[in-house]
């Protein structure tokens, strides 16, 4: 088998996210959690690698996305793809910056772009600033987030101050020009020393132009948005077939549950709207985890019963001053790896008893749960919402799994989400 298009995501609702939208753009896609073990299906023109390296010490990051890398490069991959999330988490120690100069070294390429850019969930970046909706996103909710708060829009200087290569801009003006004058900008930065340059992209005509304008880089990093200006190059050189990739998705069958550990202001409206229909809910809380309360047990006893009449939902989700609270009291650390661990085990209940239709919010979150679940790879399926897929574990016992980002999805995705299962 040799696969197109290799991808590493840094996250496991952004592989499922980049995933989503490459199958979107026609290639049948599946996405492995963790560099694989095991072969893959033979029908696969991409492959997304899921690793769980945002947050990671940049040296842990840079060694997993090498690792990843060469798998991808063993299995033919004609162009490698790191991608973050469109409103470039990351500190000022990295990750994206470390791991995207390890990428070019190991590849030995010169040049790269940056373009967070995903305009269906209204990520722009306009002037080398990301913007979420019209806020910049350093007045945006980000500015809060608990593990990267993003205090600065200008990702120049955000991606600078992480890497050791000169970071430049390609500005819309260029952009709106088309891929050839992209082209020409490139070789212009290139010529002048810089290695990496940010793109600006504020509709999804500006990715088609960009992607086509990357058909010969080596790598490319990106948000998910790049996923659609991708798989023409492809098929302009005869690779591709024109396929509807969305229906190749197995049935698995069960009951249904969702475990939300994000605390995004976009998951605090989705959940408040699915309590609101009227959906069982079950409040998770870090301070008697840390007690040593017996909280997995007393939400499956909970949860059991409730099951056989719907969905149920199981949450650790918090406004912004409840989360800050209970980090200081516990630390931003062990807050975080107490409520992964208890939802990922929660989940692994919910399978035990029946589930085989569950709904993971929150990036860290998901990747706890596939863990937990022994998840080692996904078909990608039908969307959701932009950037967010409905996948089927494979193995012997399939698992229908939406994988979310915190900040994605409209208000009502939970609740909608079950009308698109096959």
């Not at 929660?346 to 596939?370: D, N």
Request: glycine content about 10%; some cysteine; charged content about 15%.
């Amino acid at each position: 088998m040799s696969v197109m298009l290799g991808c590493i995501a840094d996250d496991f609702t952004g592989a499922t996210d980049l995933a989503g939208m490459l199958v979107q753009a026609g290639m049948r896609t599946v996405q492995m959690i963790g560099v694989p073990a095991h072969p893959l299906p033979n029908d696969v023109d991409a492959v997304v690698i899921a690793l769980k390296s945002r947050t990671n010490p940049a040296d842990e990051a840079v060694a997993d996305s090498l690792a990843a890398l060469q798998w991808l490069r063993d299995a033919g991959c004609r162009q490698i793809y790191f991608k973050y999330c469109s409103t470039f988490d990351s500190t000022d120690q990295g990750n994206i910056g470390p791991v995207t100069d390890a990428l070019m070294s190991a590849l030995d390429t010169s040049f790269t772009i940056a373009c967070p850019a995903f305009p269906e969930n209204k990520r722009t970046v306009f002037k080398g600033h990301l913007f979420v909706g019209d806020t910049l996103l350093s007045e945006s909710g980000m500015r809060d987030h608990p593990l990267t708060p993003m205090t600065d829009s200008n990702l120049v200087q955000v991606l600078q101050r992480q890497t050791k290569n000169r970071v430049g801009l390609i500005q819309h003006s260029t952009v709106a020009a088309g891929a050839q004058a992209i082209r020409d900008c490139i070789a212009q930065l290139q010529a002048e020393g810089t290695r990496v340059a940010v793109v600006d992209a504020i509709s999804n005509d500006d990715l088609l132009q960009i992607g086509a304008a990357c058909a010969d880089l080596p790598l490319v990093t990106a948000g998910s948005g790049i996923a659609l200006g991708l798989p023409q190059n492809f098929r302009a050189q005869g690779l591709l077939a024109q396929q509807d990739a969305t229906q190749n998705l197995p049935s698995a069958p069960g009951l249904r549950a969702i475990v939300c550990g994000s605390c995004s202001q976009a998951t605090q409206a989705q959940l408040a709207d699915l309590i609101s229909r009227g959906t069982p809910a079950y409040a998770i809380d870090p301070l008697r985890l840390a007690a040593g309360d017996d909280v997995v047990a007393d939400a499956l006893a909970w949860a059991a019963p409730r099951l056989q009449n719907g969905p149920v939902a199981v949450y650790a989700t918090a406004d912004a001053n409840r989360v800050k609270s209970i980090q200081e009291k516990l630390g931003v650390g062990q807050a975080g790896a107490l409520v992964e661990d208890a939802l990922a085990r929660i989940a692994q209940g919910f399978v035990a008893l029946g589930v085989r239709q569950l709904i993971v919010a929150g990036g860290e979150t998901s990747g706890a749960v596939v863990t937990a679940l022994n998840v080692r790879g996904l078909r990608i399926g039908p969307q959701i919402d932009p950037g967010v897929p409905w996948t089927v574990s494979l193995g012997d016992t399939p698992i229908a799994l939406a994988l979310k980002s915190g900040n994605f999805g409209s208000v009502d995705f939970f609740s909608k989400a079950w009308d698109l299962l096959p």
